[in-house]
């Protein structure tokens, strides 16, 4: 169950400037695993404190001072702190908040001790105006699910994984092995990418044990609703939740939730559901120019989910049996696949940067449009299509391209890798070049390196 993110954790570990880390993402995506594992792999002792279990412990961080801090932890697990040599791990950091703020002295008194701290409900610590954050003296990874070659690692597909990130835009895919690595990710779209339900594929080969897998983590979920907000936010976020399946990929739109509830009730309760990190917004954007957030309309914006295995269980899929799947990426018109894209794209950049995803849309009469994703690549703004199947229209990206002066675009479907290139123009204006990389959709982790081959 080898995580990529690893290799940053293995980064931090010997940086001169190392900061105590903040591992943020959603519940049940791994992050205590990771920092275990790292652990294990990396230092000779490691002291580790679950905040939700074991809140009395909080004790132990009282004082500022951190030789005292050290003493206690010291004492309290019979053990010696060894810098360079001891990891200390706090979990579930969002149950004791106030023991971020010791993070500062950590850093100013003892820097030579690796500390990392991880919670799934740290987005609301945060939101709260009343806490302080030790700003300059923390540095953060944000995790998210199983990627799709992580996927391929931990299900035994080691070959298929070397293959995709040996793959030149220049190479071609034998039909025979494009469409066994199609079957792979048609089961991935029902299996997801959290561990638990992948480590359990894994052992079992068994689509049922999948589903209760992530029917038990839906209702963790669920059951997470009765931590934040009040009584009425908490019915509005199951009423948004239970509407996931039937809005995903689409505008967002309030009265799609209950037409007789306030837009700012209702927005309140989509909050609390982004703080936790089980939906993302995702902001239409002007894309004029960089950073992309810089014309972000927060009125115009549509959601994806944490992870497309609990979308497909959501959406009642997880029961279809292999060979039934053939359907599973046009389902909904594709929605399934543009999860699928989603959830990689917004991990696109460094661990360290917060995630973040964009898209592009037009609506005047006869003449609207849409972009579904727009990313950043070497300081060019790229469109992102995708399609569930092999054909398409690319009316809205060549339109983007000629609007914004733009050059580069990236399309995903289910067909072999291609690039081509033209020119198009709108009534009255002069044309604009472009060249459009497509990538079948299993690609999407390979996209940043593909595009470095591009000749721009």
């Not at 700003?135 to 597909?157: A, I, K, M, S």
């Amino acid at each position: 169950m080898y995580r990529f993110a690893e290799e940053y954790l293995k980064e931090w570990r010997i940086k001169s400037n190392r900061k105590p880390l903040i591992i943020r993402g959603a519940r049940q995506v791994g992050k205590s695993y990771l920092i275990r594992e790292f652990a294990y792999n990396y230092f000779e002792n490691v002291i580790e404190i679950d905040f939700e279990k074991k809140l009395q412990l909080k004790s132990l961080f009282v004082s500022n001072d951190i030789n005292i801090i050290i003493r206690n932890l010291e004492i309290q697990f019979k053990t010696t702190v060894i810098p360079g040599k001891t990891l200390l791990f706090f979990d579930e950091i969002q149950a004791a908040p106030e023991i971020l703020k010791t993070l500062r002295y950590f850093y100013e008194d003892l820097p030579d001790i690796h500390i990392i701290t991880a919670g799934s409900l740290l987005e609301m610590v945060f939101s709260d105006h009343s806490f302080s954050l030790p700003v300059g003296r923390v540095e953060f990874l944000y995790l998210g699910p199983f990627t799709f070659e992580e996927f391929l690692l931990g299900t035994g597909e080691e070959k298929i994984y070397s293959f995709l990130t040996g793959l030149s835009i220049k190479d071609n895919i034998p039909e025979s092995i494009h469409n066994k690595i199609l079957s792979l990710l048609k089961i991935f779209l029902i299996i997801g990418g959290m561990p638990e339900a992948i480590k359990i594929y894994h052992k079992e080969k068994s689509l049922r044990a999948v589903d209760m897998v992530n029917e038990s983590i839906i209702t963790t979920f669920q059951d997470d609703f009765n931590k934040y907000g009040t009584k009425a936010d908490r019915i509005r976020m199951i009423k948004l939740f239970q509407r996931i399946p039937l809005i995903i990929g689409k505008k967002f739109k309030y009265s799609r939730i209950d037409s007789s509830e306030r837009s700012k009730d209702i927005k309140a309760a989509l909050n609390l559901l982004d703080n936790a990190r089980v939906i993302t917004s995702v902001f239409h954007s002007s894309g004029n120019g960089l950073p992309l957030g810089a014309e972000k309309n927060e009125k115009h914006f549509k959601i994806i989910f944490l992870d497309v295995g609990l979308l497909s269980k959501l959406s009642g899929l997880n029961i279809l049996v292999l060979d039934q799947a053939d359907d599973i990426l046009t389902i909904n018109n594709g929605v399934m696949c543009e999860q699928f894209i989603g959830q990689h794209l917004l991990y696109f950049k460094d661990w360290y940067q917060k995630p973040e995803l964009y898209y592009w849309i037009r609506e005047r009469k006869n003449s609207s449009a849409e972009i579904d994703y727009l990313i950043t690549f070497k300081n060019m703004i790229i469109p992102v299509e995708v399609k569930a199947g092999k054909t398409g229209t690319l009316k809205s990206m060549q339109l983007f391209f000629c609007e914004k002066d733009c050059h580069i675009g990236l399309r995903f479907n289910t067909d072999t890798p291609s690039v081509f290139g033209g020119t198009t123009s709108l009534p009255g204006s002069k044309g604009v070049a472009f060249k459009l990389l497509s990538l079948p959709l299993y690609l999407v982790g390979q996209a940043g390196r593909l595009l470095g081959e591009m000749p721009l």
